[in-house]
Structure formats: C-alpha cells, structure tokens
C-alpha cells in the first residue's frame, strides 16, 4: 500500500506495450527454437537414410512407429527402415510446432511429422504428402 503522500507510478501505455511485445518476443524465440530442434531430427534422420545407416535411422524414430515397423516388416528395425520408399537426405524448409507435435515439410517434397516426448523430438511418422487439400496425409512411415 503506498505511504500517504506518496502516490504510486502510473504505468503507462507506452510502458504496458514494450512488455507485451517483450512478452512476445520470449514466446517466440521458445518456439524458434522447438521448431528448429523438430527440423533437426527430421534432417538427421533422412541423412542417415541417404548415408545407409539404419541404426541411426531407427534411433529418430518414437517407440511406437518402431515397434510398428519391426511388426508390418518382420525384421529389425534398422534393416526394415532401408527397405522403405523414404526420401534420403535433404533438408527442411518449413518446421510448424503444434504444442507436442510438430510436421517437418522438406525442401524436396514430402512431410515428416514429430512428438515431442520426454527425451525430445522423434519421427513419428515420415514420407507424408496430403491426398488433397485439407485431407489427412499418406505416410510411408507412420505409428
């Protein structure tokens, strides 16, 4: 409570703007860089596609498309992943973070999408393009 006499500082508009835009900015930058962690392990993972690495390959992926993988494929993970029709190498152009999701659209077309889990990003599903417009994508790769 302010002493008798003394009154309080007015906070003015000016002052309540530069903290909204600082506010804004923090918020910002947190998803920048979710969204550039997304797109790191989506490159990471099709550059070792492109260099015939499965185990590494396989280590980007979520629990779940691998354990889906080794069951629709019958073998290990890192001899199923080189067997698929996936895009090697390459590089994402577009990284859209949706809370603990996030889809990873590449440069030389197709889409890979991410969840973000205890341990951070993995590929939860790869080699996506949508049917048509505002339809659910086809993945070569999904959980």
């Not at 500082?9 to 900015?25: D, E, I, Q, T």
């Not at 889809?103 to 939860?124: I, K």
Request: charged share 25%; hydrophobic share 35%; with cysteine.
């Amino acid at each position: 409570m302010p002493t008798p006499g003394h009154e309080p500082p007015v906070v003015g508009p000016r002052c309540a703007l530069s903290a909204c835009l600082l506010a804004l900015a923090l918020a910002g930058c947190g998803t920048a860089d979710r969204e550039n962690d997304a797109a790191t392990v989506a490159e990471r993972f099709h550059a070792a596609l492109e260099s015939g690495d499965g185990q590494a390959a396989c280590d980007e992926l979520s629990e779940e498309t691998t354990s889906k993988l080794e069951q629709q494929q019958k073998k290990p993970c890192e001899e199923a992943i080189l067997s698929l029709e996936l895009p090697k190498g390459g590089s994402v152009v577009d990284a859209r973070v949706y809370q603990r999701s996030a889809l990873a659209q590449r440069a030389e077309g197709g889409s890979d999408f991410l969840d973000n889990g205890p341990d951070g990003w993995t590929v939860s599903a790869a080699g996506c393009k949508p049917t048509a417009p505002d339809q659910p994508y086809e993945c070569e790769l999904e959980d």
